[in-house]
């Protein structure tokens, strides 16, 4: 019998009602129910988890490590970017 | 492995003595007249989960792959704690001065009340699925009819195992059907586990005088109106996993539960009991 390596998934879990599905890792299933319940074994063993989405990683497109300098390095002198330069008064508390 | 932070549990230990301030008051626990057969069959509820659970639990770091691994892991854990639960109480029950780690760990094996099933050796994975399929398809009913015990102890525990044995029985009979219906290989193993195990099942419906008198004192169903259930339940999956019932006797291998074991047992629990025998009060 030849081993054939179940396909890969990566695996997204959100933590309580209102935040968003957050990558937690990988595992490896024969479809997308067994991925499913798979997940629910490995990642949230520790009631860490409302609801799980799967993905086959085949599916996911990743920006090319090689590219990152013309990618990411020209918003490194952009400073006024961020919305540090406006003053919150004091009423408005932690924002 | 990353792992979010546990933001859902509450502190376990508020948890559970709030829990035990919401005891109900149970006047099962304290009647003296009932007490050899409540006890007897807290035992088979404690020790069917507890000899299954070890059973599962040796698989743990030999499963076929990772995820299985943990899978079967936390199908035996929850089968641990379950024990917990019914070992507390019948230790609770007998008010003998002994509790439900005394009950699992310095019992010898005739005193043991579960089934021959579980405590069969693993065998393949075939064997191991087919197995926990054909006790979590009857876990399941019993401890649906369990949580409306005329005992409230009983009742709350079967609560709670309940929400983790639907789980095991939505897995087993996934796998059953996914094996049984797979490869030529698969399929072969998962028939041949069957016919293996399908003598070993009956035991699980046959009821003797410890079962009638619970049953007659509301705190359990009467098994005999669970097999119709159980049978629905298997053929049903069984038809799916195209594997075919054997047509031999299912109650051909009984006696676990007066404590007439196999010699798997005695392997058990020379594993299991080894080191508080050795090493009388040990913790950890």
């Given at each position: 019998m030849t081993k054939k390596e179940w396909p890969l998934w990566e695996i997204f879990i959100r933590g309580q009602h209102g935040l968003n599905h957050r990558h937690v890792g990988s595992l490896h299933a024969p479809d997308a129910e067994m991925a499913i319940r798979n997940a629910r074994d490995v990642?949230?063993?520790?009631?860490?988890?409302v609801s799980i989405w799967v993905v086959p990683s085949s599916e996911i497109t990743a920006s090319t490590p090689s590219e990152k300098g013309p990618l990411f390095?020209?918003?490194?002198?952009?400073?006024?970017?961020?919305?540090?330069?406006f003053d919150i008064p004091d009423e408005v508390g932690h924002m | 492995m990353p792992s979010l932070p546990d933001a859902a549990t509450p502190d376990v230990v508020a948890l559970a003595e709030r829990a035990a301030a919401e005891h109900h008051h149970d006047p099962h626990v304290a009647d003296v007249a009932l007490k050899p057969a409540f006890f007897d069959w807290l035992c088979r509820m404690g020790d069917n989960s507890l000899i299954l659970g070890h059973r599962i639990s040796e698989w743990c770091g030999h499963g076929p792959v990772l995820e299985e691994d943990i899978a079967l892991a936390n199908t035996a854990l929850d089968l641990i704690g379950q024990t917990q639960m019914w070992l507390g109480l019948a230790a609770e029950v007998e008010a003998d001065g002994r509790d439900a780690d005394d009950l699992a760990f310095l019992r010898d094996a005739m005193k043991f009340r579960n089934l021959k099933l579980v405590e069969l050796p693993n065998g393949d994975m075939a064997v191991t699925l087919m197995r926990e399929f054909l006790f979590d398809a009857f876990h399941y009913e019993l401890l649906t009819a369990l949580t409306i015990s005329s005992s409230p102890r009983v009742a709350e525990i079967a609560a709670k195992a309940l929400k983790e044995v639907s789980y095991h029985l939505e897995r087993s009979s996934d796998l059953v059907v996914r094996l049984g219906d797979g490869t030529e290989e698969s399929h072969t193993r998962m028939q041949a586990a069957l016919n293996k195990l399908w003598p070993y099942t009956g035991e699980m419906f046959a009821a003797d005088a410890v079962d009638e008198a619970v049953a007659e004192a509301g705190i359990a169903p009467a098994l005999a109106d669970l097999l119709p259930l159980w049978q629905r339940t298997v053929a049903d999956v069984l038809e799916e996993a195209t594997l075919v019932q054997p047509e031999q006797r299912f109650d051909a291998q009984t006696g676990g539960k007066q404590g007439?074991?196999?010699?798997?047992l005695g392997y058990i629990l020379a594993q299991m009991q080894f080191l508080q025998r050795a090493y009388p009060g040990a913790s950890w």
């Open positions: 990642y949230t063993r520790r009631k860490e988890g390095d020209p918003a490194e002198s952009k400073v006024y970017r961020h919305p540090t330069f | 007439r074991h196999t010699e798997h």
